[in-house]
């Protein structure tokens, strides 16, 4: 029962971060400058790195109960996709804009997206593997 309110609470953070995500877009768009925006966009900051954190220690508390083979399969999904956004983006940078190549933007997006990929299902673990 423990499990199952975890997994709602997780869908619910994502939900709301989902819909907080696209006002902020909504407001960075359109430029709207008042007290309101702005306390609302320092809120989606502390939001967005308190689910960074809460994610984290999820996927942790998670990823214990798996088996060794499923960890050490999504590791090994994780560098593969690290390795291969990496260059993906370094090739493409290098061929449209090689004097503006950011090694440390290249690398945290790629870090990113791919322990997301990677990782994204133990987050939302149901049962045991």
């Given at each position: 029962m423990k499990k199952m309110k975890q997994l709602f609470f997780t869908k619910i953070i994502y939900g709301l971060f989902l819909i907080a995500t696209i006002i902020t877009m909504f407001i960075v768009y359109m430029n709207i400058d008042n007290t309101?925006?702005?306390?609302?966009?320092?809120?989606?900051a502390f939001f967005a790195f308190f689910m960074l954190i809460y994610v984290s220690i999820i996927t942790i508390v998670n990823i214990r109960k798996f088996k060794w083979a499923y960890i050490r399969r999504s590791i090994f999904k994780f560098i593969a996709l690290f390795i291969l956004l990496s260059a993906i983006t370094y090739t493409f940078n290098y061929i449209m804009r090689p004097s503006k190549i950011?090694?440390?933007r290249i690398f945290s997006n790629s870090l990113g997206l791919s322990f997301g990929i990677a990782f994204f299902d133990i987050v939302f673990f149901k049962e045991k593997i």
């Open positions: 309101l925006a702005f306390h609302f966009l320092i809120g989606y950011d090694l440390l």
